[in-house]
């Protein structure tokens, strides 16, 4: 068996545990999800998703594990396991896109048909109502596609601006919110968030999406490496014995210079 690069090794050590970071992030977030949708009668899809998300994560967190013991002990099946788990998923990914052509548009699509169906003029849930509270906190977002406009005349305290807002912020119109500024005095204007939050939401799935296929495609790469330095065959050089070998003369060694000849 071939010697492995100790830099290819803990290269490969460092991505996959990178990736089983992550598989435990997204395992608690389905958890939290999970217990945040429980008592939601209408929220079936959405449960499906976090069942979905569950055993999408599990599976490769255990491969994650069985990649990490394959690259840190040298173990050829560990890492063919992981390499054909993971290249599996890839596949998959990759003739999802080859049937449906477009990912991204799919993926666009259902985040749009879902973020749409929670504005207050339609039968939203509280769960809806808050996540996308939570989203125009974090992502200084308001609205889903139209801005603030989608509130009409209810925008939230959400999608008020702080001293350390980031993204542009434009003037709420005068009777279009029900809350309050600490301070404020009658005829101050009250700054909102100007970008809708789909835009922002589909984003930064996509640069998420795209963070973690990368990341699956490298510790492929990299194992596929430690396999092949370890089925390289070291070459060294066979050790011959024969009856025909001769003593050498040592006993030149000993005596006074220039008393050897050649």
């Known amino acids: 068996m071939g010697k492995v690069n100790i830099c ?18 997204l395992l608690g977030l389905a958890l939290l999800l999970h217990g945040f949708l429980l008592y939601d009668e209408q929220a079936e899809d959405a449960i499906m998703g976090v069942h979905f998300l569950y055993g999408f994560t ?15 002990k040298q173990k050829k099946w560990a890492l063919i396991v992981f390499i054909i788990g993971m290249t599996s998923g890839c596949l998959v990914m990759v003739v999802n ?8 548009t799919k993926l666009e699509n259902h985040i749009r048909n879902h973020y749409l169906n929670i504005l207050p003029q339609t039968n939203a849930t509280k769960s809806d109502l808050a996540v996308l509270d939570y989203a125009q906190r974090n992502l200084q977002c308001c609205g889903v596609e139209q801005g603030y406009m989608d509130w009409k005349n209810n925008i939230p305290e959400s999608c008020l601006c702080n001293s350390k807002s980031t993204n542009l912020c434009v003037v709420a119109p005068k009777g279009s919110y029900q809350f309050t500024v600490e301070g404020s005095v009658e005829d101050q204007s009250v700054m909102i968030y100007a970008k809708p939050c789909l835009s922002i939401i589909i984003a930064e799935s996509m640069f998420h999406l795209n963070v973690q296929s990368g990341i699956k495609m490298l510790s492929i790469g990299l194992c596929i490496a430690i396999l092949c330095q370890m089925n390289k065959k070291l070459e060294t050089p066979a050790v011959v014995y024969s009856k025909e070998a001769k003593a050498g003369n040592y ?12």
């Open 8 to 25: 290819l090794k803990w290269s490969s050590i460092c991505v996959i545990a990178v990736i089983a970071v992550i598989s435990i992030l």
């Open 58 to 72: 599990s599976v490769t967190l255990i491969l994650a594990l069985f990649g990490g013991f394959g690259a840190l």
């Open 97 to 104: 896109e080859i049937l449906t052509q477009a990912v991204k």
């Open 251 to 262: 006993s030149c060694l000993i005596e006074p210079p220039n008393s050897c000849t050649d």
